[in-house]
């Protein structure tokens, strides 16, 4: 069996936030991409029609799959601090 610790996001070496760092993290960074421009595609015709009830729509299924994105950046990756620059005491299995 694998090393179930790996992570599949690390963090950020500037600012606050994970980078993708496996296969399994840029596929969920890709996937998220992909559904969020189907979803503008898709809503981008029938806002003009029919603005308001669209619009709720796009923007409930946008928030909720960026929510998604953290919960699952949060949950697969070390936990998340300020960082500007590297540090000595940094790890570089959990640091990018």
Known sequence: MKNENKFWFKR???GYGWVPSSKEGWFVLIVYVVLLSLI????SDKIE?????YMFIQDF???T???LLLFISKK????S?????WKKGD?????Y
């Open 12 to 14: 950020k070496r500037y």
């Open 40 to 43: 503008v595609v898709y809503f």
């Open 49 to 53: 029609s029919e603005r308001f009830n």
């Open 61 to 63: 299924l946008i928030i």
């Open 65 to 67: 799959m960026t929510i």
């Open 76 to 79: 697969k990756g070390p936990s």
């Open 81 to 85: 601090k300020w960082r500007w620059g």
């Open 91 to 95: 790890n570089k299995n959990e640091d």
